[in-house]
């Protein structure tokens, strides 16, 4: 079993930056793809960006890509989303996910956590 624990939501204009934190608890964590979502509201929570267990690979989202980087510390448990040049389509809730393949990739997670607003007024 792993827990996630998303933060570093939060309020910011237009062209700002965040960065989210994904910790997670197992000593497992190393062996785990780890992926970023998202949901809206009204829409239905899409993919965002995945990392492999070891970080050498990365899947993005062609809405986030060149302004989104997906990250791990593996020694420290921890997934990171930075998130530049923010549109306030970015708005949502964002979650972290696990998964028991190492694979990055789109769907299929077995773990999520509860998510963490993320909210850009223009």
């Given at each position: 079993q792993v827990q996630l624990v998303e933060s570093g939501g939060g309020l910011v204009q237009a062209g700002g930056s965040l960065r989210l934190s994904c910790a997670a608890s197992g000593r497992t964590f190393s062996s785990y793809a780890m992926g970023w979502f998202r949901q809206a509201p009204g829409k239905?929570?899409?993919?965002?960006?995945?990392?492999?267990?070891?970080?050498?690979?990365?899947?993005?989202?062609?809405?986030?890509?060149?302004?989104?980087?997906?990250?791990r510390d593996n020694a420290k448990n921890t997934v990171y989303l930075q998130m530049n040049s923010l549109k306030p389509e970015d708005t949502a809730v964002?979650?972290?996910?696990?998964?028991?393949?190492?694979?990055?990739k789109k769907y299929g997670y077995d773990y999520w956590g509860q998510g963490t607003q993320v909210t850009v007024s223009s």
């Open positions: 239905e929570r899409e993919f965002v960006a995945s990392i492999g267990w070891n970080g050498r690979s990365t899947v993005y989202a062609d809405s986030v890509k060149g302004r989104f980087t997906i990250s964002y979650y972290c996910a696990a998964d028991r393949t190492g694979v990055a």
